[in-house]
């Protein structure tokens, strides 16, 4: 975020600019208008319309992208760690993992410390057919972004980061 531009200057833009345009739902949220679950599964129903549409040709299953690009990012990562950071259900992860392994994308190596591990790695065509994934998945995001400044995107970026923060280190007190 630039020096001249903070937050509060931020919002109250972003405030003004939604009030100033039509909405699009055809139902008054009621109760729902202030809850942060409803406006982020909103907003993840679009969206994953979308990255459905553009994943199609790629013929993989739902969470694929996720697990490719977290195993990417963290060379033998375990399946565990995976279904965790990637919010994905481990018996659909074991079904996307298998799929990859199939299909030359990834590879399962046992750990040599704890051989109930497997530590997770994409191959070298597992990381060109995620590189292609990735584009079509920022193609789904051109007008999302392209209606918020640079300095917005940083901002949304950084509070959906402390939301997830928030509630993950929850989770991890109960534990």
């Known amino acids: 975020m630039s020096a001249d531009t903070d937050a509060a200057d931020v919002m109250k833009v972003a405030v003004a600019t939604t009030a100033n345009r ?5 139902l008054d949220p009621g109760l729902m208008a202030d809850r942060l679950s409803f406006r982020v599964r909103g907003l993840l129903s679009l969206l994953g319309d979308r990255v459905l549409e553009a994943f199609a040709p790629f013929g993989l299953r739902s969470g694929s992208f996720t697990a490719m690009a977290l195993i990417a990012a963290n060379p033998g990562c ?3 760690e995976l279904a ?6 481990k018996s659909s992860l074991v079904a ?3 799929d990859l392994e199939k299909l030359g994308y990834a590879v399962r190596a046992r ?6 591990r497997s530590n997770l790695y994409l191959t070298a065509e597992g990381e060109k057919v995620m590189r292609a994934m990735y584009e079509a998945a920022m193609g789904t995001e051109t007008s999302l972004r392209e209606g918020f400044t640079p300095d917005e995107m940083q901002l949304l970026f950084a509070l959906l980061e402390r939301a997830y923060f928030i509630l993950a280190n929850e989770e991890r007190a109960r534990d």
């Open 111 to 116: 750990s040599p410390r704890d051989k109930r």
């Open 84 to 89: 965790r950071e990637g919010g994905l259900d």
């Open 22 to 26: 039509a909405s699009t739902r055809k």
């Open 78 to 80: 375990s399946q565990i």
């Open 96 to 98: 996307i993992l298998n």
